[in-house]
């Protein structure tokens, strides 16, 4: 059997030699350090790079889709939270499903994530590219993309310390522009433009809310509330992470709603007339609002915010966790050992930093922005749904946690609530997301069956211990 698991100082690393590991990362963030990077991850104002075409497809009631979108993956993050009380460990999802299930399957979960954690930074490089060239007419995109990916490696390498001041600074510049976008969105309603009055019509129009409607919702929250599972994989950097780790997806969610609500209902009543917007329009609709209430130097100020918050924040932090998921898997030699190095120095995973920066160069110079968005939400989707079934083989079966209501919530109702709410996301997928999304799996399935020689054998974390 074993240990029971340590919750603090020196405890921390005694629980991860529980699971066959060492200490090898810098451990020092807390609970709102956790907090900031989630937040960050998710980013604030990510709402303003898709608003107009959210608009659109919701029928005007965007703000309702980003509620309904909440509601669906909040119950994939409580299988989050109470995988990551169980297992304080890096990796995320790919560890949890390793120990929740069995390891052969864990490396297919943590293969499929990694096609989402390879794929966003270079999709978000292309967003700001593009940003970019419009804010400053006749600048070389490829610039701007290289400028960031090398800014946001170099960062990753050096470590949390000095990515956490940069992200504190970020933080609050998008608070900032949040109170700022709102305060003139309100004076510019109560002025008499857009609606011309506060009306519930973002919130709820009788007779437009169908299951097309709320497969739209669940779409936007897979992409744009991605991130606080990133938040799991800085266990091994995290003071108390069994219970910082969960504490911090809870409260990042949270805030994040509040502030996506928040802007979408007064940027919805700003511009009510989505109907007539030509497809370059609802591209742009946010920074066109923000021309609306505040001239255009507030434009140019949201557009110049929103390239340093998704270009470094946002960048950053994704990056960090997708090298974390490399060094996990790297340390348990699933993929070749070399990325479960670590640097000397700044005790990061500079291997799986570099590899995707190189990654997200080269991806965001060859393929456009249609291309990567098809194949960011096929494999978290993929990799939620085989979590949220690990919350349930893991403690309702295996553990036979079922004997009380409270258990049977937890452990089979919720973990079945998130599987057949993705489910139902992923039969919405184009055939050529299927089509790529098969393919890497069949890939990673190979891949597995040949490192595991026919499934035989597990890593050597597993080989002595009882967990």
Known sequence: MSKPIQTSGAGDNASLEQFGYKQELRRGMGLWDVVLYGVLFMVIIAPHSIWGLVQQDALGMSTLVYIVGFIAIFFTALSYVRMSNKFPIAGSVYSYVQRGINPHVGFISGWLILLDYCITPALLYVMVANWGTMLVPNSPWYLWVIVFVAFNTFVNIRGISMTRGIDFVIFAVEILA???????????????????????????????????????????????????????????????????????????????????????????????????????????????????????????????????????????????????????????????????????????????????????????????????ATLVNFGALASFIMLNFAVFWYFFIKEKKRYSFGNIVKYLICPWLGILILGYVFTGFDVMTYALGVTWFIIGFIICAVKSKGFKEVPDAFKNLDV
């Open 178 to 372: 949040v109170i700022a976008f709102i305060a003139l969105g309100c004076n510019f309603i109560m002025g008499g433009g857009g609606a011309g009055e506060f009306n519930a019509d973002p919130l709820w129009q009788p007779g437009k809310v169908d299951a097309h409607f709320l497969a739209a919702g669940i779409s936007i929250a897979a992409l744009n509330f991605l991130g606080f599972d990133g938040i799991s994989t800085l266990a091994e950097e995290t003071n108390e992470p069994q219970k910082n780790i969960g504490r911090g997806i809870l409260i990042a969610l949270g805030l994040i709603i509040v502030c996506f609500v928040a802007q979408t209902y007064i940027a919805s009543l700003v511009q009510p007339d989505w109907q007539s917007w030509s497809p370059e329009h609802a591209e742009n609709a946010w920074f066109y609002g923000c021309e609306m209430i505040g001239g255009e130097l507030f434009r140019n100020i949201m557009l110049i915010i929103n390239i340093v918050a998704i270009g470094i924040a946002n960048i950053m932090n994704a990056q960090l966790a997708a090298s974390r998921l490399l060094y996990s898997m790297g340390r348990d030699k699933v993929i070749p050992s070399i990325f479960g190095k670590v640097h000397p120095k700044y005790q990061t995973p500079w291997v799986g930093a570099l590899f995707i920066g190189a990654v997200a160069l080269v991806l965001s110079l060859v393929l456009t922005m249609a291309d990567l």
